[in-house]
């Protein structure tokens, strides 16, 4: 059992409130049990001992999930022959895990796809961005082709119609919420409630991460209120609407869209950027630009220097010139009295040098002297085959 309720760690109170949710839907994650076996962990109809009285407005007519009973009227405009394909596809290809009518956890933490407040509140460019790009580190593969995968634009498209013809429920708007929470008040709550199923980073546990980069990207504030307020009925995802107060759950939409579980540098290690500290200066040609194969030379030579990516850190946890520091061109200012004045530092990007020059003149502009600029840029240090390194290490 992961859950842990520290009061410590908990917004005042709130373990105590909900003493009777952890018993009830929370020990759910304790078990192995496919979840599809077990009784709703939550009905939004019932009635409610920790007191709803507050907010809500919009969708009381949630009823049960019945998403597989009902037979969808129009499948989103699909005809026959398309209808034909995009079932033929979710069979080859998601049922496997989803289930054969999208019922979900054939496989685990493959969400039920045909849940009525699921499809509620997402939008296609959830659903479709979800099935072309998958979710990073999770079960769920990128499927289009442009990522390797089977499925061509037209084909995740008819998959997105079909899945949305699974719709039970009027389709709610979530667009007018706006969040006020306080992300690190949500961290104790978060604990407390969300962490056994969901990880301690929202990188996915027991059950769906709701954590991954494109998952953000497309899933709006009112979207994760919403899935938190009336939970996912005929699955073990509670509603914690009247569970927990208001506030907590606007922290918890906070906590979660802080959130990406893609690593990046920090930019406070910036003072330990010399490469070969006791090594010699090297010495430059051009005032102001260095060749990619001079600069491999003064690396072999083992050259007192600081080599600064200065492209977004996305660009740098993808693929970086070895021993180089992450500093995007739009923080020079911001970090440059982190850099010594005395050591050579070069820039580089991959435009190739729109960005570095723009982060060479920031540094100038902040008193150091000693900056050159990468001349051809990152994309030829790599067609020469020039050590680079990958991730947040250097
Ligand atoms: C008992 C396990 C469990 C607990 C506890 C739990 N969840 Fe969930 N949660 C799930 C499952 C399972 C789903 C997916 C349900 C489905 O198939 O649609 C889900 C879905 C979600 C989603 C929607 C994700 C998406 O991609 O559609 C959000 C957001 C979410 N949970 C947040 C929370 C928060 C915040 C808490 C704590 C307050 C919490 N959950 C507690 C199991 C849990
Ligand atoms: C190997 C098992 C597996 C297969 C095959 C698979 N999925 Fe998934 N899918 C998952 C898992 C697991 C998740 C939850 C990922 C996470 O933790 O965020 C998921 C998530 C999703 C989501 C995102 C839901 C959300 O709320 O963010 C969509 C949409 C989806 N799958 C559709 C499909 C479709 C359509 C197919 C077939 C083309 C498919 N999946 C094939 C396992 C699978």
């Not at 969901?198 to 769906?208: A, N, V």
């Not at 609407?241 to 540098?265: C, H, K, N, T, Y």
């Not at 290690?269 to 010399?274: F, K, N, R, V, Y």
């Amino acid at each position: 059992m992961m859950i842990i309720c520290d009061t410590t760690r908990s917004a005042l109170g709130v373990c105590a409130g909900a003493a009777l949710l952890m018993v009830s839907a929370l020990s759910t994650c304790s078990t192995d049990t496919d979840p599809s076996d077990l009784p709703p962990a939550n009905d939004d109809d019932d009635d409610d001992d920790a007191g709803d009285d507050d907010d809500d407005d919009d969708d009381d007519g949630a009823t049960a999930d019945t998403s597989n009973d009902t037979e969808p009227s129009d499948h989103g405009g699909l005809d026959e022959e398309e209808l034909a394909l995009a079932w033929a596809d979710y069979d080859q290809y998601c049922a496997i895990c989803h289930g054969d009518e999208g019922e979900g956890y054939k496989a685990d933490g493959a969400n039920a796809l045909a849940n009525g407040h699921f499809l509620a509140a997402a939008t296609d460019q959830l659903i479709y961005d979800g099935i072309a790009h998958g979710r990073v580190d999770t079960p769920m593969s990128a499927w289009s082709v442009n990522r390797g995968g089977p499925l061509t634009h037209a084909a995740i498209d008819r998959l997105v119609k079909l899945i949305r013809s699974w719709e039970t429920l009027e389709p709610v708007d979530t667009s007018s919420y706006v969040n006020e929470g306080v992300p690190e008040r949500g961290e104790g709550p978060w604990q407390a409630f969300c962490m056994g199923c969901h990880g301690l980073y929202g990188e996915g546990g027991e059950y769906m991460s709701v954590a991954a980069p494109n998952f953000l990207d497309h899933a709006s504030d009112g979207f994760l209120d919403f899935s938190v307020r009336k939970g996912r009925p005929g699955t073990v995802m509670p509603a914690f609407e009247g569970l927990l107060q208001p506030r907590e759950i606007a922290d918890l939409v906070a906590l979660m869209r802080s959130w990406s579980f893609i690593e990046v540098p920090d930019h406070d290690s910036l003072g330990e950027a010399t490469l070969n500290p006791d090594g010699d200066d090297p010495t430059f040609d051009d005032p102001r630009f260095v060749a990619v194969d001079d600069l491999k030379a003064m690396m072999d030579a083992e050259a007192k220097m600081i080599i600064l990516d200065a492209r977004p850190p996305s660009d740098y946890v993808e693929r970086h010139i070895k021993g180089a520091k992450s500093l995007p061109f739009y923080l020079a200012s911001q970090h440059a009295a982190k850099l010594p004045d005395d050591v050579w530092i070069v820039t580089y990007c991959a435009c190739p040098h729109a960005e570095s020059e723009a982060l060479a003149d920031g540094l100038i502009a902040e008193g150091l002297q000693r900056v050159r600029v990468l001349d051809e840029g990152f994309r030829v240090w790599l067609d020469r085959g020039y050590p680079s390194s990958s991730g947040v290490g250097d």
